[in-house]
């Protein structure tokens, strides 16, 4: 498979690191290995989600509860779950850590993937949530750190969008 084993490691890593012990997702090619990674941790919890925007309901419980999370998504499943981070993430001041796979750019081979990835970028904008690119191995530490600390100190959504370079290996 040519995603990324090493690079899922590493975000993997990083996130556990910041504290984060409860992570949700839905099956995604390029978060195949994070969701493994997570689902083998023992100190973990996955919660397989049906729809993305229940994450955004876990991720408030979890916060509320003192435990750190994140959302693993695609852009699809981003732009799914809009309704659960305007009137519950952004309306309550909750800190959610958003994980989003850059579909859709450069490189991309699915052509159901084009649109929504076309328009993500935008959209984080449009919400004024805060977003950064993730697209080198040396950039996951840190980026994620600051994530989490701007989705902490600021009580908002924060979004890293994972790329093609950093989430792929060409065959």
């Known amino acids: ?3 990324s084993a090493t690079s899922s490691e590493l975000i993997y890593r990083s996130l556990k690191d910041g504290g984060v012990r409860l992570i949700s997702a839905l099956p995604e090619t390029w978060l195949v290995h994070l969701i493994r990674l ?3 941790d023992p100190e973990m919890h996955l919660v397989r989600l ?3 925007e ?4 876990l991720s408030a419980g979890a916060h509320l509860a003192g435990v750190k999370s994140a ?3 695609q852009n699809h499943g981003f732009l799914a779950s809009i309704n659960g981070i305007v009137s519950c993430a952004q309306l309550y001041r909750i800190p959610l850590l958003l994980l989003i796979s850059a579909r859709g ?6 052509p159901w993937q084009t ?3 076309g328009v993500t970028a935008h959209v984080l904008t449009a919400l004024r949530i805060p977003f950064r690119y993730l697209a080198r191995a040396d950039d996951v ?3 994620i750190a600051q994530a989490q600390t701007l989705a902490y100190s600021a009580s908002r959504p924060v979004a890293l969008l994972l790329q093609r370079d950093l989430m792929w290996e060409e065959a």
């Open 1 to 3: 498979m040519p995603v």
């Open 38 to 40: 997570a689902d083998d």
């Open 50 to 52: 049906a729809k993305e």
């Open 54 to 57: 229940e994450g955004v309901g």
């Open 71 to 73: 959302m693993l998504m």
């Open 105 to 110: 750019e450069f490189g991309e081979r699915d």
């Open 115 to 117: 649109e929504g990835g």
């Open 141 to 143: 530490q840190r980026r």
